[in-house]
């Protein structure tokens, strides 16, 4: 019978994964980390600063890419610092308060980059189908409601996954599949009944990773409805162009979501590196991808970057 770990009395660390199979080639796997997480943090800031300093781009769709830029740099920071020691120094032990600390950081800002898209669904719903009624609908005093309930939502969500857990003994291998601290991967180290988790987590994922995409779905099947039956196909174009840029963050996002999910479900003895890949799509591409297609597909974060770098030259 195994020994069940005190984790609130013993100290108790996690041990973090790298690429398994290329562990001697660690610091040579860090170059191209090193680029993506410099890529997400400057990409980001870059489009928060310019939103905030120009009082121009001060209007509800800009805002929206504001939370979202703050939440995919939110995302980076959570991850840089264990997937960059690790690779770097071969610094692979995480406590148990800083492996929940990050748990519950991850899965928050995943969940509310879910929740920004969904915002961003419903601006681009307002902007094309209501028009005329688009500067009463979405006023600040509206979006700044709309900011708070997402932060309220992400944290209510995550919270009692964080609790749940940590209620439970850790008494197998404290060996993580990945570089950082999923809640998937975590459970599987527990020597109780799960069962509640598992139920509160599949309440999750209807809640958040289905609900989310079928709302952004139905709010893009009401645009294509409007634009179809009274648009000229000039206009046509210019309203699916607009919303371009939130269909390929769409994308981003939730592709490699429900592929993570669906590889701890249902391929639970696939390769560690198949795990590993995917989790690090997951968790890397949105922050990294977001910036590019804002800056290629919008004009106006194009001018602000322009001026930005211009007056620094100057």
């Known amino acids: 019978m195994c020994q069940i770990m005190n984790t609130t ?26 680029c993506f997480y410099t890529i997400s943090v400057i990409g980001n800031t870059t489009i928060f600063v310019i939103i905030c300093k120009d009082p121009s781009l001060h209007q509800p769709m800009y805002l929206f890419l504001c939370m979202l830029a703050m939440t995919d740099l ?16 071969n610094i692979n032990m995480i406590s148990f308060e800083g492996c929940f600390a990050q748990f519950f950081f991850l899965h928050g800002f995943s969940f509310m980059e879910s929740s920004v898209l ?11 189908c ?44 404290h060996l993580l599949s ?10 599987r180290l527990v020597c ?27 709010s893009y099947a009401l645009i294509l409805r409007n634009i179809l039956g009274t648009a000229t196909w000039t206009e046509r174009l210019k309203a699916l162009n607009n919303c371009l840029s939130h269909f390929l963050a769409v994308m981003v996002l939730y592709v490699p ?21 995917v ?23 194009q001018q602000g970057i322009f001026h930005l770098f211009q007056r620094k030259r100057y």
């Open 118 to 128: 969904l915002a961003m669904s419903f601006d681009r719903y307002v902007a094309i």
């Open 279 to 301: 989790a690090n799509i997951y968790l890397l591409a949105p922050p990294v991808m977001n910036p590019i297609i804002y800056s290629v597909k919008t004009k106006q974060i």
């Open 257 to 277: 979501m429900v592929s993570v999910s669906m590889t701890h479900r249902f391929a639970k003895h696939a390769p560690p590196l198949v795990h590993v890949i």
């Open 74 to 89: 939110g995302l980076t920071l959570t991850t840089l610092p264990t997937v960059m020691q690790l690779l770097w120094f």
């Open 192 to 218: 109780a009944d799960t069962r509640v988790n598992s139920w509160y987590g599949f309440a999750l994922v209807l809640v958040i990773i289905v609900m989310d995409p079928v709302l952004i779905v139905l």
């Open 9 to 34: 009395r013993d100290p108790f660390f996690f041990i973090l994964t790298g690429i398994p199979g290329f562990e001697a080639f660690h610091v040579w796997i860090s170059i191209p980390f090193c």
């Open 178 to 187: 990945h570089s950082y601290c999923l809640h998937q991967d975590m459970i």
């Open 130 to 173: 209501r028009p005329l009624h688009y500067a009463s609908i979405l006023t600040n005093e509206v979006i700044g409601k709309i900011g708070a309930a997402i932060i309220c939502r992400c944290v209510l969500a995550v919270l009692p996954s964080l609790f749940l857990l940590k209620r439970l003994p850790f008494c197998r291998s």
